[in-house]
């Protein structure tokens, strides 16, 4: 049988035929190299991400083992039998309010070191008063700084004069509607009592919940300068925390800051209750609120 002539489609087809070849292997090829290469880039993005966990890792480490030594050496030398100076004691005390004032109550401490005072020698006593007062006020300053970038805070003066003609009864301040993680809370307060000397006010909390199925809250408590509010505070519903803290004092009046914020805010020795921590993990699921 005699071979038909090629026509134009045939000679097409020898000419593509190895080509055709030649581009799958170029194009296999490049695929491998571009895989190969996201592979590296990814491989080396995991091994810089574990490197950059490991030694955060060794940093916080360090860094929980020199504070635990510190907080060691510090609370044994307040604890010991024999009594240090209280310079000392006011310095070690400076010492613990500076690196833990949000993870311990210190208050124990500050009273302790105030009662103290009075023994000292009388030119020493104003000094030591003075450095006590301004490192409380300090660290209130830096709990409400600190928290005020979350929370909702509003200020209030109370007319001490007022106050002592008022008798038991107190005076009720201007409350403020406060909204914190989206849930409005109306906070009333009323100052019951203050004690010009401990320079310490009372005062009754109440918070009501804008919501029917949250309960309101009602607390009675003294706010003085050791009172801090990251480690001084009420726990409201929807682990809503509310705590009030002494801004000034003088003769006549005494002005009060109270601030509302979220709860994971708090001093790290306050852990949420089980209910807080299973709507969390719920509402992150988006399965709502607990029923």
Sequence with gaps: ?????????????????PLGGLLTAVAVAFVGFKGSRVLDRRQSADTNARLYSELMSRREEAESSLRKDMLVSIIEKFLAPQGDALDSKILNLELLAYN???????????????RKIPRAPGPEQEGYRERLYRVAR???????????????????SVD???????????????GESLV?????????????????VQQVVRV????????????DTRATFEVGWFDFPMIDNTRLASNVRCAVALAAFSPVSADLTTICFP??????????????????????AGEGDLP
Excluded: C
Excluded at 105 to 112: G, T
Excluded at 140 to 155: C, P
Excluded at 184 to 189: A, G, I, L, N
Excluded at 204 to 215: G, H, I, N, W, Y
């Design 1 to 17: 049988m005699s071979d038909k002539p090629k026509d134009f489609w045939d000679k097409v087809q020898i000419v593509l035929q």
């Design 100 to 114: 833990f004032h949000d993870s311990l109550n210190l208050k124990p401490l500050f009273r302790d070191v105030a």
């Design 138 to 156: 300090e660290i209130t300053d830096r709990q409400l700084f600190a928290l005020e970038g979350k929370g909702r805070s509003f200020r209030r």
């Design 160 to 174: 001490l004069e007022e106050l002592a003609r008022a008798g038991r009864a107190g005076v009720a301040v201007d």
């Design 180 to 196: 914190v993680d989206g849930l409005q809370t109306d906070v009333e307060m009323r100052v019951l009592a203050a004690d010009p």
């Design 204 to 215: 009754r909390l109440e918070v009501k919940a804008a919501t029917s199925d949250q309960p």
């Design 263 to 284: 709860g994971e805010y708090a001093s790290l020795k306050d852990r949420p209750y089980y209910d807080e921590v299973i709507r969390k993990l719920r509402e992150a």
